[in-house]
């Protein structure tokens, strides 16, 4: 009785820790954060492990994004359905539906700090094993923009990929959809990295793509490039698509303000377009190619 | 069997598997320098489908039914010969571009089907009635995720890349999946065979049925 009559706020404090210690007891979490600390080990202690050394942390940003933004996916959709059948289970809804979302999108902070820990230790690796010359930064570019790609590809996506999950639970509940919309994810993702040079004005509009590297590498001269663009409007965009996500998430409980909900969805979607444009528009104009032959030539 | 095969495989989700599956290898095709790590993505969505084709949500009502596990199984195994002839023909297809070892990975994908069918038989008679869906929402992102990463490759060469060396040595590789594969396989025939019955008859039961044979005497 008390709960149903219970503030919302409170509420949401309350299972937004139980959603925290959820995310915590994942194994799937556990499994992620503990191959990710032993990738960025490997990588600190032998920097030739990667792929022929000489690029230090500045592509090491995959392990993050796929340890823990994939598995926070899976893992998020996890949890939604298990406050759903707790919810199911209590019988006459004591907790709106918008409340349990947002107290599980809540959960996104245990990624979100692990990667903001490997984000620290990737900076260390780039200060102890400086990156080669034939590498980044190099030309038009310094340390900063390398920072700020290693940020949107590394952190971003612990925070992105947990509400991709809450956001497919919630629309998508059916059978398979999960580990289908996972695939489908990288399936994208791959095409969309910066391999193919038809990709590389328009690339950004996919919340994960490379931002230099030897792209092309298995047709081009082996040279490190750069591809045009501002990363650092790039992560405002990935941020507002985050929001967005959880904007429609909570917009699918139907007892939810919905009129104010849709104002602002709007919201996001042109700070998104427009954050989306600039990224396009500002930054490196043109791509740019490092004059020194890459390390694995 | 036709009958139970048609209303109990889950078929538009094996229809979505077996495309994407075909649709994965022929970006490997397209481009396998860098395309590559699609190859493994394919085994982890052919497994998690194969456990997907095992499910069995009306658990409660067929497992107390004549048809023992064995023949449901074989009834349920059409949806899984759909998925390996996808994925048989589209390693074929982009056989020309595997590096040399379109049978090592035509194995990577039989072996992970033969483990996924064993773990799911396996909780199956344990009476769990939907096991697949777990089994497919831990191994496909997780398989998807090695794949990306790849990590310790050197010395854990789940998936080979390029010419091997530095990228995980394909004849170890094909052994791996080879010996968790048969693993598997035996695993897979155990299940069938003991159907859920334990292995010692409890000895309660034992001690009634000599009871009754005395008092039969």
Redesign the interface.
């Known amino acids: 009785m008390t709960a149903s009559v219970t503030p919302t706020e409170p509420m949401l404090g309350v299972l937004a820790r139980q959603e925290i210690r959820h995310y915590l007891t994942a194994k799937l979490y556990w499994l992620g954060a503990a191959l990710l600390a032993v990738v960025t080990v490997i990588g600190f202690v032998d920097p030739t492990a990667a792929s022929g050394g000489g690029e230090s942390s500045t592509m090491s940003m995959i392990g993050p994004a796929a340890l823990l933004g994939v598995l926070g996916l899976i893992i998020m959709a996890g949890l939604t359905r298990r406050s759903d059948r707790a919810a199911a289970a209590a019988g006459s809804v004591a907790v709106p539906e918008r409340t349990r979302t947002a107290a599980l999108a809540a959960s996104v902070v245990v990624p979100l700090l692990t990667a903001l820990v490997w984000y620290a230790a990737a900076l260390v690796d780039y200060q102890v094993n400086p990156p080669s010359p034939s590498t980044v930064p190099f030309g038009p570019f310094g340390a900063g923009h390398v920072f700020a790609v290693m940020f949107a590809l590394g952190v971003v996506p612990a925070l992105g990929g947990p509400l991709l999950g809450l956001l497919i639970a919630r629309w998508l509940p059916g059978r398979g959809v999960t580990p289908l919309a996972v695939v489908l994810v990288v399936l994208v993702t791959i095409l969309m990295q910066g391999n193919f040079q038809s990709t590389w004005r328009w690339r950004v509009i996919w919340p994960w793509t490379y931002w230099y590297g030897p792209l092309g590498w298995n047709s081009g001269t082996g040279h490190w490039v750069a591809l045009p663009g501002s990363p650092l409007l790039w992560i405002v965009y990935l941020l507002a698509l985050c929001g967005l996500g959880l904007l429609v998430a909570v917009y699918h409980d139907p007892e939810s303000n919905r009129a104010r909900l849709r104002l602002l969805i709007a919201a996001a979607t042109v700070a998104a377009v427009l954050a989306l444009v600039l990224t396009m528009v500002l930054g490196l104009p043109d791509a740019a190619f490092n004059p020194l032959a890459g390390p694995n030539v | 069997m036709p009958r139970h095969a048609a209303r109990a495989v ?1 078929w538009p ?1 094996v229809t ?2 077996a495309l ?1 599956i075909a ?2 290898l022929a ?1 490997v095709r397209y ?1 396998n ?3 590559w ?2 190859q493994g ?1 394919a085994v ?2 052919l497994a ?1 489908a194969v456990g ?1 084709c095992l499910d069995e949500p009306a658990a409660a009502v067929v497992d107390p039914a004549p048809r023992g596990l064995a023949w449901r199984t074989l009834a349920r195994a059409s949806g899984i010969a759909v998925l390996l002839a996808a994925w048989s023909a589209a390693v074929w297809w982009a056989r020309a571009e595997l590096y040399g070892h379109p049978w090592a990975v035509l194995g990577q994908g039989y072996a992970a089907a033969v483990i996924a069918a064993a773990w799911v038989t396996w909780r199956r008679t344990r009476g769990e009635a939907t096991p697949g ?1 777990r089994w ?3 191994v ?3 398989v ?2 090695w794949a ?2 790849r ?2 490759e ?1 010395h854990v060469p789940v998936f080979p890349y390029a010419f091997g060396g530095g990228f995980g040595d394909w004849t170890a590789s094909a052994r791996g999946w080879a010996v968790a594969g048969g693993a598997g396989a035996v695993a897979l025939a155990l299940a069938l065979i003991r159907d859920g019955r334990p292995w010692r008859r409890p000895a309660a039961m034992a001690g009634r049925r000599r009871s009754q044979s005395v008092s039969a005497r």
Do not use: Y
Request: net charge neutral; no cysteine.
């Open positions: 889950p989700l979505v598997a994407l649709g994965l970006a481009d320098w860098t395309l790590p699609l993505t982890g969505l998690g997907w869906q497919a929402i831990a496909v992102p997780a998807t995720v990306l990463v990590p310790l050197r």
